[in-house]
């Protein structure tokens, strides 16, 4: 029993861990979803953002500069996306592909070049790398009986990011539905003319959607290196920037629901591995394949209206044009 | 801010896409520079690397095959008005299905029947997983953009899952299938040239290569020539006129990305066939996002499609050359490059436009047209 | 309610000119609006009345001419401006945000404070306030989308009254309501003129503006032709001055006996998205060697109509005979059979549905009839292209270009293309929407005197025309439509010019 508490607490545990980056990224994506641009260049910023708080921090030993240069990258590449996609119109499908396919290239190329290990950075110090909060007192709730595993060992003692992105749900909530910013733009990605007959721009909304989505994603970049793995290592997002967006589709576009997709695409991901060669009730054998893969199905089947209907801001992909 | 400018059809289809090109390559260059190599020299080696020697005129084309199938997969979708992402699943499945019927069968036939065999399979296979997301787009609404990405995830999994469980050869460390009979392989291009008494260096280059250029020109055919070719212009221009002509929009979407969905699974028969000869993880390679930035450069025309695949293959064997040559040089670079075609000549592709526009006026353009 | 003779009117625009390339769309107007009364604005289709309202809110700036509002000239460069000054307007197609409350939509864009909460609380208050003053009555929590479409519209006004607009425009704001609708608006308005509101009201409708109007200014092609109290006018004036002296009234009034009807439309019963109903019982035959021209202002269910004869749209009641063929809602026309059966279309937007602009003409030129160019699903593109030739010399269409973009011709041109495509096959019946417009002088002669020899060969035509020129030269027969139902159906002979006015305007019922 306490064995099988304690197996449920660490997969909390890691299900957190291995969840925070996708609930970054989910909530950049939603942020700038929901005023009407389509990001599928997360999987690039990603990269990119923890390239440059890998890059930065092994050079400077600095935290504070490591984040700032993730920060810088992440609104860079935002505002280059705002800059093809909503100043001139280009397809934003085709932007997000790009900023992707050029991100995985432009990693190695420079970490190489700077770092000359094939493409990984050197390991981050210590210094640098972020603490983990609470692990002592962590330890002494685990010893309570039934709760402690469950919350000592799942909930107490990781770093600050960790907590820091649940609190990150919580403020884009805020910011979405409880002040006017996030009203208008919510409502420059339903009906991007009527935001501009009442006198706002619709161009500095989605901008300011940019800019904020490029500051949320470039923290899921410098979690990868502060956080989980010490170094870049070359393609280390893996693919989580598109199960972002699945989640971020899953969870129709809300701030909570995309936590909860992402809360369930890093449990599956957490419990594969622990359910490796382990036969479930009237299943079976579950192979690993098949759990990575469900993130992707359930998309499919949500987007297909199996399980209920998506439905993607009105304005979505489309770029606003001033129509007379 | 940036307000549409009519270009004349020459410089829409020669001029812009050259100069978005020739941008991508000066950032690439940059780069290049900023990593402590001359853009130059690095230029001169790639040239040399992919055409300078026969080896590498067989492996810039071995390359140029895969991508002509992928460039032609996302155009034919492209002009139904579709954003064809799926073309890295859509090869999986299509050297999956390849793959799958050689293994069943390629000990009992011979070359004649088994090899059009995996053609079909991998066409039939490639064609399945895009007519999926199609039937979805069509008649559920879903994003075709959403429904093929994730389909690529399911793609890889369901290849990687059945390379570890069912297709392990016996007594193979690595996860890969058994090695096809000599059947289910494509002769190489070096084979068929000794055979004519021309020595040629063995490179990956085979016979998939003409499969390539046969289907480019179906394609033109097809797209230009044929009565479904016509309906899906339509459609992709103008939905509303194709409602209006009769033409039914949902069974011509499905069967584009079907088509679509076949011509990417050949890449199957160019890899699985044609140079490994058994399954293996990752044969496609990032082919299928090559794909998208062949056939923006190539203006969705096979024709171009074939001159910016053979762009591509040259870039990917220099750059395996200049890996090789040049200490610290990755082929990073080419996907790098590749990613910024994709941003210069897709995303950002008529942002020049109004500067080109006001080039031709400065220099007297268009006063003797209408 | 007695008007300050002395004030300062609330709107006064001097000469205003505005054009659109070769369209000349306001030409030296002179509106002059009193301060607290209910202005009618009346005329059809490009009349100019949009682009005037236009003006005033902003949308354009006009070429010429100047504006004063409550007696300060004004620089109106945008909506923003617009409002500033106290201008509301409400559009034809709602400016609103479906999946938000309507409290939230009347607050976007003027929130009082940052955060949600306490702005919502405010506004509420406001906005409660406002609607006890005005009667308008809205259900400030549900979403829009739940919302009925005469509900939306309150919301539109309020949410101008909300940013203290003084002076409301409305744009044709009774095309989606309902008789019961209508009349809660117009109570709405009175109320809001009482409390000193100024309001324009854009329409065509006669009986309206006669029921609530105190001032009314009439438009046609660009310039007022009459300007006058309601005291002083009536809806036969008003039907005059709207539709205007017709010299070319029967023109070929041979007496003409109509054949066999070819296709009997019953009782076209059609809803639109928004639950608005489009088409209400719309019952017509077409006979042979008969034009029927279908005038109306454009909106009424003209576009509809066509639609459904062409089987683009399959209406949710009704039936319709095509020869021996009958079809009912549930297995409609398609255009693919009505093709088949010698139904030729012109669409009323050529570009959008009568050719694919980027097509050379020659790919355009076999829109809808592949069949005849295609042996196992091979196209025969030289006998396209010479085809596309004939229809060029028999249509005088320039450039002689088969190989040249659809795009690159002249709206005349183009639309000639489209109808030589449509006639080649000789259709029997040949339906046609706007059949000059964009079109230019010498074009249209010619596009007449093809449809007249069509007609004297024995087929059926169907002219759908905002231009009532156009219905009077050409129709035999002329049918009215107004808020999706006939109105009224007259020989050319018997039609007036103040008969279809006072038909047109909804004057009859």
Same mark, same amino acid.
């Given at each position: 029993?306490?064995?099988?508490?304690?197996?449920? $607490?660490?997969?909390?545990?890691?299900?957190?861990?291995?969840?925070?980056?996708?609930?970054?990224?989910?909530?950049?994506?939603?942020?700038?979803?929901?005023?009407?641009?389509? =990001?599928?260049?997360?999987?690039?910023?990603?990269?990119?953002?923890?390239?440059?708080?890998?890059?930065?921090?092994?050079?400077?030993?600095?935290?504070?500069?490591?984040?700032?240069?993730?920060?810088?990258? #992440?609104?860079?590449?935002?505002?280059?996306?705002?800059?093809?996609?909503?100043?001139?119109?280009?397809?934003?499908?085709?932007?997000?592909?790009?900023?992707?396919?050029?991100?995985? #290239?432009?990693?190695?190329?420079?970490?190489?070049?700077?770092?000359?290990?094939?493409?990984?950075?050197?390991?981050?110090?210590?210094?640098?790398?972020? =603490? %983990?909060?609470?692990?002592?007192?962590?330890?002494?709730?685990?010893?309570?009986?039934?709760?402690?595993?469950?919350?000592?060992?799942?909930?107490?003692?990781?770093?600050?990011?960790?907590?820091?992105?649940?609190?990150?749900?919580?403020?884009?909530?805020?910011?979405?539905?409880?002040?006017?910013?996030?009203? %208008?733009?919510?409502?420059?990605?339903?009906?991007?003319?009527?935001?501009?007959?009442? #006198?706002?721009?619709?161009?500095?909304?989605?901008?300011?959607?940019?800019?904020?989505?490029?500051?949320?994603?470039?923290?899921?970049?410098?979690?990868?290196?502060?956080?989980?793995?010490?170094?870049?290592?070359?393609?280390?997002?893996?693919?989580? #920037?598109?199960?972002?967006?699945?989640?971020?589709?899953?969870?129709?576009?809300?701030?909570?629901?995309?936590?909860?997709?992402?809360?369930?695409?890093?449990?599956?991901?957490?419990?594969?591995?622990?359910?490796?060669?382990?036969?479930?009730?009237?299943?079976?054998?579950?192979?690993?394949?098949?759990?990575?893969?469900?993130?992707?199905?359930?998309?499919?089947?949500?987007?297909?209206?199996?399980?209920?209907?998506?439905?993607?801001?009105?304005?979505? $992909?489309?770029?606003?044009?001033?129509? %007379? | 801010?940036?307000?549409?400018?009519? &270009?004349?059809?020459?410089?829409?289809?020669?001029?812009?896409?050259?100069?978005?090109?020739?941008?991508?390559?000066?950032?690439?260059?940059?780069?290049?520079?900023?990593?402590?190599?001359?853009?130059?020299?690095?230029?001169?080696?790639?040239?040399?690397?992919?055409?300078?020697?026969?080896?590498?005129?067989?492996?810039?084309?071995?390359?140029?095959?895969?991508?002509?199938?992928?460039?032609?997969?996302?155009?034919?979708?492209?002009?139904?008005?579709?954003?064809?992402?799926?073309?890295?699943?859509?090869?999986?499945?299509?050297?999956?299905?390849?793959?799958?019927?050689?293994?069943?069968?390629?000990?009992? &036939?011979?070359?004649?029947?088994?090899?059009?065999?995996?053609?079909?399979?991998?066409?039939?296979?490639?064609? /399945?997983?895009?007519?999926?997301?199609?039937?979805?787009?069509?008649?559920?609404?879903?994003?075709?953009?959403?429904?093929?990405?994730?389909?690529?995830?399911?793609?890889?999994?369901? !290849?990687?899952?059945?390379?570890?469980?069912?297709?392990?050869?016996?007594?193979?460390?690595?996860?890969?299938?058994?090695?096809?009979?000599?059947?289910?392989? &494509?002769?190489?291009?070096?084979?068929?040239?000794?055979?004519?008494?021309?020595?040629?260096?063995?490179?990956?280059?085979?016979?998939?290569?003409?499969?390539?250029?046969?289907?480019?020109?179906?394609?033109?055919?097809?797209?230009?020539?044929?009565?479904?070719?016509?309906? !899906?212009?339509?459609?992709?221009?103008?939905?509303?006129?194709?409602?209006?002509?009769?033409?039914?929009?949902?069974?011509?979407?499905?069967?584009?990305?079907?088509?679509?969905?076949?011509?990417?699974?050949?890449?199957?028969?160019?890899?699985?066939?044609?140079?490994?000869?058994?399954?293996?993880?990752?044969?496609?390679?990032?082919?299928? /996002?090559?794909?998208?930035?062949?056939?923006?450069?190539?203006?969705?025309?096979?024709?171009?499609?074939?001159?910016?695949?053979?762009?591509?293959?040259?870039?990917?064997?220099?750059?395996?050359? &200049?890996?090789?040559?040049?200490?610290?040089?990755?082929?990073?670079?080419?996907?790098?490059?590749?990613?910024?075609?994709?941003?210069?000549?897709?995303?950002?592709?008529?942002?020049?436009?109004?500067?080109?526009?006001?080039?031709?006026?400065?220099?007297?353009?268009?006063?003797?047209?209408? | 309610?007695?008007?300050?003779?002395?004030?300062?009117?609330?709107?006064?625009?001097?000469?205003?000119?505005?054009?659109?390339?070769?369209?000349?769309?306001?030409?030296?107007?002179?509106?002059?609006?009193?301060?607290?009364?209910?202005?009618?604005?009346?005329?059809?289709?490009?009349?100019?009345?949009?682009?005037?309202? +236009?003006? @005033?809110?902003?949308?354009?700036?006009?070429?010429?001419?100047?504006?004063?509002?409550?007696?300060?000239?004004?620089?109106?460069?945008?909506?923003?401006?617009?409002?500033?000054?106290?201008?509301?307007?409400?559009?034809?197609?709602?400016?609103?945000?479906?999946?938000?409350?309507?409290?939230?939509?009347?607050? @976007?864009?003027?929130?009082?404070?940052?955060?949600?909460?306490?702005?919502?609380?405010?506004?509420?208050?406001?906005?409660?306030?406002?609607?006890?003053?005005?009667?308008?009555?809205?259900?400030?929590?549900?979403?829009?989308?739940?919302?009925?479409?005469?509900?939306?519209?309150?919301?539109?006004?309020?949410?101008?009254?909300?940013?203290?607009?003084?002076?409301?425009?409305?744009?044709?704001?009774?095309?989606?309501?309902?008789? @019961?609708?209508?009349?809660?608006?117009?109570?709405?308005?009175?109320?809001?003129?009482?409390?000193?509101?100024?309001?324009?009201?854009?329409?065509?409708?006669?009986?309206?503006?006669?029921?609530?109007?105190?001032?009314?200014?009439?438009?046609?092609?660009?310039?007022?032709?009459?300007?006058?109290?309601?005291?002083?006018?009536?809806?036969?004036?008003?039907?005059?001055?709207?539709?205007?002296?017709?010299?070319?009234?029967?023109?070929?009034?041979?007496?003409?006996?109509?054949?066999?009807?070819?296709?009997?439309?019953?009782? @076209?019963?059609?809803?639109?998205?928004?639950?608005?109903?489009?088409?209400?019982?719309?019952?017509?035959?077409?006979?042979?060697?008969?034009?029927?021209?279908?005038?109306?202002? +454009?909106?009424?269910?003209?576009?509809?109509?066509?639609?459904?004869?062409?089987?683009?749209?399959?209406?949710?009641?009704?039936?319709?005979?095509?020869?021996?063929?009958?079809?009912?809602?549930?297995?409609?026309?398609?255009?693919?059979?009505?093709?088949?059966?010698?139904?030729?279309?012109?669409?009323?937007?050529?570009?959008?549905?009568?050719?694919?602009?980027?097509?050379?003409?020659?790919?355009?030129?076999?829109?809808?009839?592949?069949?005849?160019?295609?042996?196992?699903?091979?196209?025969?593109?030289?006998?396209?292209?010479?085809?596309?030739?004939?229809?060029?010399?028999?249509?005088?269409?320039?450039?002689?270009?088969?190989?040249?973009?659809?795009?690159?011709?002249?709206?005349?041109?183009?639309?000639?293309?489209?109808?030589?495509?449509?006639?080649?096959?000789?259709?029997?019946?040949?339906?046609?929407?706007?059949?000059?417009?964009?079109?230019?002088?010498?074009?249209?002669?010619?596009?007449?005197?093809?449809?007249?020899?069509?007609?004297?060969?024995?087929?059926?035509?169907?002219?759908?025309?905002?231009?009532?020129?156009?219905?009077?030269?050409?129709?035999?027969?002329?049918?009215?439509?107004?808020?999706?139902?006939?109105?009224?159906?007259?020989?050319?002979?018997?039609?007036?010019?103040?008969?279809?006015?006072?038909?047109?305007?909804?004057?009859?019922?």
């Amino acid at each position: 029993m306490d064995d099988l508490l304690l197996t449920f $607490g660490t997969l909390i545990a890691s299900t957190l861990r291995v969840s925070v980056p996708l609930i970054l990224c989910a909530l950049a994506g939603v942020l700038c979803e929901r005023a009407g641009v389509i =990001d599928l260049g997360l999987e690039g910023k990603m990269l990119l953002t923890a390239f440059a708080a890998a890059a930065v921090g092994a050079v400077s030993g600095s935290l504070p500069l490591a984040l700032l240069a993730a920060v810088a990258v #992440g609104v860079a590449l935002s505002m280059l996306h705002g800059y093809a996609c909503v100043s001139h119109r280009g397809d934003q499908v085709v932007l997000g592909m790009a900023i992707t396919m050029t991100a995985a #290239g432009l990693t190695v190329v420079l970490g190489i070049a700077w770092f000359g290990m094939g493409g990984q950075t050197p390991a981050l110090s210590e210094a640098v790398r972020l =603490d %983990r909060w609470f692990v002592d007192a962590g330890k002494s709730i685990a010893q309570i009986p039934v709760l402690g595993p469950i919350v000592g060992v799942g909930l107490l003692g990781h770093n600050l990011m960790v907590y820091g992105a649940f609190a990150l749900v919580a403020a884009v909530w805020w910011l979405l539905f409880r002040t006017r910013f996030g009203l %208008r733009l919510r409502a420059a990605g339903e009906n991007p003319a009527m935001v501009d007959a009442a #006198g706002v721009s619709v161009k500095a909304l989605r901008y300011q959607a940019l800019a904020l989505n490029g500051v949320v994603c470039s923290m899921a970049g410098a979690y990868l290196v502060l956080a989980q793995n010490p170094a870049f290592a070359p393609n280390m997002t893996a693919g989580r #920037g598109y199960m972002a967006l699945a989640a971020l589709i899953f969870g129709k576009w809300h701030p909570v629901g995309a936590m909860w997709a992402c809360l369930l695409f890093g449990f599956l991901d957490a419990a594969s591995i622990r359910l490796q060669g382990v036969a479930l009730p009237g299943i079976g054998e579950v192979p690993v394949q098949a759990i990575q893969a469900l993130p992707y199905v359930l998309t499919v089947v949500l987007l297909a209206g199996f399980i209920g209907r998506a439905t993607a801001p009105a304005a979505l $992909g489309r770029p606003y044009l001033k129509e %007379r | 801010m940036s307000q549409p400018v009519e &270009l004349p059809r020459w410089m829409d289809v020669l001029v812009l896409p050259a100069l978005n090109l020739v941008i991508a390559l000066a950032v690439a260059g940059v780069v290049v520079a900023i990593v402590g190599f001359e853009p130059l020299e690095v230029l001169q080696l790639l040239i040399r690397g992919a055409f300078g020697t026969p080896s590498g005129i067989g492996y810039t084309l071995y390359y140029t095959t895969t991508f002509i199938f992928t460039g032609l997969a996302v155009a034919v979708a492209f002009h139904g008005g579709l954003f064809n992402i799926g073309g890295e699943g859509q090869a999986i499945m299509g050297g999956l299905g390849a793959g799958l019927v050689a293994l069943a069968w390629s000990a009992h &036939l011979p070359a004649w029947a088994m090899l059009p065999l995996m053609v079909l399979a991998a066409a039939l296979f490639g064609a /399945f997983w895009a007519a999926v997301p199609g039937a979805l787009q069509a008649w559920r609404g879903s994003h075709i953009v959403i429904t093929t990405i994730m389909f690529n995830f399911i793609a890889a999994a369901l !290849l990687g899952y059945l390379l570890v469980n069912t297709l392990k050869a016996p007594g193979n460390m690595n996860p890969e299938s058994a090695a096809f009979a000599a059947s289910a392989r &494509l002769p190489g291009v070096h084979e068929l040239l000794a055979a004519l008494g021309i020595a040629w260096p063995r490179t990956p280059l085979n016979l998939s290569f003409v499969l390539a250029l046969l289907a480019a020109l179906a394609v033109y055919l097809g797209l230009w020539k044929s009565r479904p070719g016509y309906s !899906l212009r339509a459609t992709g221009f103008s939905p509303d006129a194709a409602l209006y002509a009769g033409i039914e929009p949902k069974r011509l979407i499905v069967v584009a990305m079907a088509l679509s969905g076949a011509l990417a699974g050949m890449v199957g028969i160019n890899e699985i066939a044609g140079v490994h000869g058994r399954l293996l993880p990752d044969f496609v390679a990032g082919a299928g /996002f090559a794909g998208i930035a062949v056939s923006l450069i190539g203006r969705n025309h096979p024709l171009g499609i074939v001159l910016a695949a053979l762009l591509f293959g040259a870039l990917y064997q220099g750059g395996a050359e &200049l890996a090789f040559e040049l200490n610290g040089f990755s082929r990073d670079m080419v996907f790098m490059l590749q990613g910024l075609i994709v941003l210069f000549a897709g995303a950002m592709a008529h942002v020049a436009a109004p500067f080109l526009y006001r080039l031709w006026k400065a220099g007297g353009g268009g006063k003797l047209a209408t | 309610m007695p008007v300050n003779a002395t004030a300062s009117p609330a709107v006064a625009m001097r000469g205003i000119d505005k054009r659109f390339g070769a369209v000349h769309a306001n030409r030296a107007v002179d509106l002059t609006v009193a301060a607290g009364t209910v202005h009618g604005i009346v005329g059809e289709n490009g009349a100019g009345k949009s682009t005037l309202m +236009s003006i @005033l809110y902003g949308f354009y700036q006009a070429d010429g001419g100047e504006i004063e509002i409550e007696g300060r000239t004004a620089r109106i460069s945008g909506s923003r401006e617009a409002i500033s000054l106290g201008i509301g307007m409400v559009h034809q197609h709602f400016m609103l945000v479906d999946t938000l409350s309507a409290l939230d939509n009347v607050m @976007l864009g003027a929130e009082p404070t940052f955060r949600l909460t306490p702005a919502r609380a405010t506004v509420r208050a406001g906005l409660q306030a406002l609607m006890d003053r005005t009667g308008l009555v809205v259900a400030l929590d549900a979403a829009v989308a739940e919302l009925p479409v005469g509900e939306r519209q309150r919301l539109e006004i309020l949410k101008a009254l909300y940013r203290g607009a003084r002076i409301l425009i409305l744009d044709e704001p009774t095309a989606v309501l309902t008789p @019961l609708e209508t009349e809660q608006l117009f109570a709405t308005l009175r109320q809001l003129r009482e409390q000193g509101t100024t309001i324009l009201l854009i329409t065509h409708k006669l009986k309206e503006i006669m029921a609530l109007c105190d001032r009314v200014t009439v438009m046609r092609q660009g310039a007022v032709v009459l300007d006058a109290e309601i005291a002083d006018t009536s809806v036969d004036g008003l039907a005059e001055a709207m539709v205007g002296r017709r010299v070319n009234l029967a023109a070929s009034a041979a007496a003409r006996a109509p054949g066999e009807a070819l296709v009997r439309a019953r009782d @076209l019963r059609w809803r639109d998205g928004l639950g608005v109903e489009r088409l209400k019982g719309v019952s017509l035959a077409l006979h042979r060697g008969e034009i029927v021209g279908v005038a109306g202002v +454009s909106g009424n269910g003209q576009s509809e109509l066509l639609d459904a004869l062409s089987g683009l749209l399959a209406p949710q009641q009704g039936a319709l005979t095509v020869g021996a063929r009958g079809f009912t809602p549930e297995r409609w026309l398609d255009p693919a059979t009505a093709r088949t059966l010698r139904i030729a279309h012109v669409p009323e937007d050529r570009h959008k549905r009568g050719l694919v602009l980027p097509f050379a003409a020659w790919e355009s030129a076999v829109l809808g009839y592949l069949g005849r160019y295609c042996t196992a699903g091979w196209m025969q593109h030289p006998r396209m292209k010479s085809d596309t030739a004939q229809m060029m010399d028999a249509w005088d269409v320039r450039p002689r270009n088969p190989a040249l973009r659809s795009s690159k011709f002249s709206g005349g041109n183009q639309q000639k293309l489209v109808l030589a495509r449509e006639a080649l096959p000789e259709p029997e019946v040949l339906l046609v929407g706007q059949p000059t417009r964009g079109v230019d002088i010498g074009a249209i002669e010619f596009i007449h005197g093809r449809l007249r020899a069509m007609r004297d060969a024995g087929g059926a035509v169907l002219v759908v025309s905002s231009e009532l020129d156009e219905i009077l030269a050409l129709a035999d027969r002329v049918i009215v439509m107004n808020a999706g139902a006939i109105v009224g159906e007259l020989p050319i002979a018997e039609c007036s010019e103040s008969a279809l006015g006072r038909l047109m305007g909804g004057a009859v019922h």
